[in-house]
């Protein structure tokens, strides 16, 4: 019997939620993403044999993508890595579908993306039936209010975040990208929606760490504890006596967090 239109809508949404991982099927090696803000790739291999075994997921930024980046994404997909590629497309609809695409085409596991509801879409579109995730730009973490106000925006950064959830919702992307401040909010408004939706926060750092230029920041269990999936840590490792030991303490917080 053929179903109706709208009955139809429910089921293909379901299938759609069901097959996105739930929080507590995430293996914990994957939960760490470190993030390769490195001057140069010489620097970014180093890093990556630096940790060897005990990290299994990098992020590739803009700073990177453009001295050879692209190559790096498929040298560590080689060595069984995952690949986070941060690349931050927004432009009109056409554009960042072909720009999805291409990205495609590199096998990497994550993608960033900013835009409308009708631009993330179009993103959707271009990624198809491939296993690459489309995660949506909430606001950066090195954002505050006052600076919303200065870039003309007539919304708290809390807001703002909630409606790019609800973009990234209503587009069918993967995840969002947003400060571990907001993430209870964020896991709040998914799962009324019936989603899984993924939470990936950068501006991590433990206690005792420099903030840097990170406004918006979390420890990694309280990050973990508030609803985020993954973390996304670069100086905090990249600066450490031992990015190996560090790395290794990064993970045993999240486990705490995960356990309690």
């Given at each position: 019997m053929l179903?109706?239109?709208?009955?139809?809508?429910?089921?293909?949404?379901?299938?759609?939620?069901?097959?996105?991982?739930?929080?507590?099927?995430?293996?914990?090696?994957?939960?760490?993403?470190?993030?390769?803000?490195?001057?140069?790739?010489?620097?970014?291999?180093?890093?990556?044999?630096?940790?060897?075994?005990?990290?299994?997921?990098?992020?590739?930024?803009?700073g990177l993508q453009f001295k050879g980046g692209i190559e790096l994404a498929k040298e560590l997909k080689k060595q069984g890595k995952k690949v986070f590629f941060d690349s931050k497309i927004y432009d009109v609809e056409a554009t960042t579908k072909a720009a999805v695409q291409s990205i495609v085409e590199l096998g990497v596991d994550f993608l960033t993306i900013h835009g409308n509801t009708s631009i993330l879409k179009e993103a959707v579109a271009g990624r198809g039936d491939s296993d690459l995730k489309l995660f949506v730009i909430t606001v950066l973490t090195s954002l505050d209010d006052k600076d919303m106000i200065e870039m003309g925006y007539t919304v708290s950064v809390e807001k703002m975040v909630e409606y790019k959830t609800k973009a990234a919702l209503d587009s069918r992307c993967d995840g969002v990208i947003t400060s571990g401040l907001e993430a209870r909010m964020i896991r709040r408004i998914a799962e009324r929606n019936g989603s899984n939706l993924l939470i990936a926060t950068p501006g991590i750092r433990s206690d005792g760490v420099?903030?840097?230029?990170?406004?918006?920041?979390?420890?990694?269990?309280?990050?973990?504890?508030?609803?985020?999936?993954?973390?996304v840590m670069g100086r905090q490792i990249l600066k450490a006596q031992s990015r190996r030991d560090e790395a290794v303490r990064v993970f045993e917080d999240i486990h705490a967090a995960l356990t309690t």
């Open positions: 179903r109706s239109g709208a009955a139809a809508a429910r089921t293909v949404e379901g299938d759609y939620l069901m097959s996105r991982p739930a929080p507590n099927t995430i293996p914990i090696e994957d939960r760490l993403i470190v993030a390769l803000d490195v001057e140069s790739i010489d620097e970014a291999k180093a890093v990556v044999k630096s940790l060897g075994e005990s990290v299994s997921f990098y992020k590739i930024g803009l420099s903030r840097n230029d990170q406004k918006r920041v979390a420890t990694p269990k309280s990050a973990i504890e508030a609803g985020a999936d993954y973390l």
